[in-house]
């Protein structure tokens, strides 16, 4: 799908950095990391600011929070590190407000 893609772009854009495990990366991890690191935060900020479509906008931030939320010793952050879904969820609703697409007050949720 086209949203898996842009998110998955993204990411090989980020592990360009690291050549060496690029290919190894990209073959044996491929959608998953798609399913992995970004769905559980992607939704959860979608369903949070009760939004009626997931923009590429919303992707690229998830994509961008992800990146940034990797150590400079990693490839990508940990699958199991609920902070890492949390701050994708904050930034997929704050790209939401900023459109203004969101139909849920939101001024508690970035408090």
């Known amino acids: 799908m086209w949203w898996e893609n ?3 772009r993204t990411l090989r854009c980020r592990l360009k950095q690291k050549p060496g495990v690029l290919g190894y990366l990209l073959a044996a991890v491929g959608k998953s990391m798609n399913n992995i690191l ?8 979608a ?7 997931i923009t590429c906008e919303m992707l690229l931030a998830a994509a961008h929070t ?8 990693e490839l ?15 930034a997929v609703a704050r790209v939401a ?3 203004g697409l969101n139909r849920d007050d939101l001024t508690c949720y970035f408090g």
């Open 76 to 90: 990508v952050p940990s699958s199991l590190d609920r902070e890492v879904h949390q701050k994708v969820a904050r």
């Open 38 to 45: 970004g769905f559980p935060g992607i939704f959860r900020g």
């Open 66 to 73: 992800i990146a940034e939320s990797a150590s400079p010793d």
């Open 6 to 8: 842009k998110l998955f």
């Open 97 to 99: 407000l900023d459109q």
């Open 47 to 53: 369903v949070d600011a009760n939004v009626r479509q």
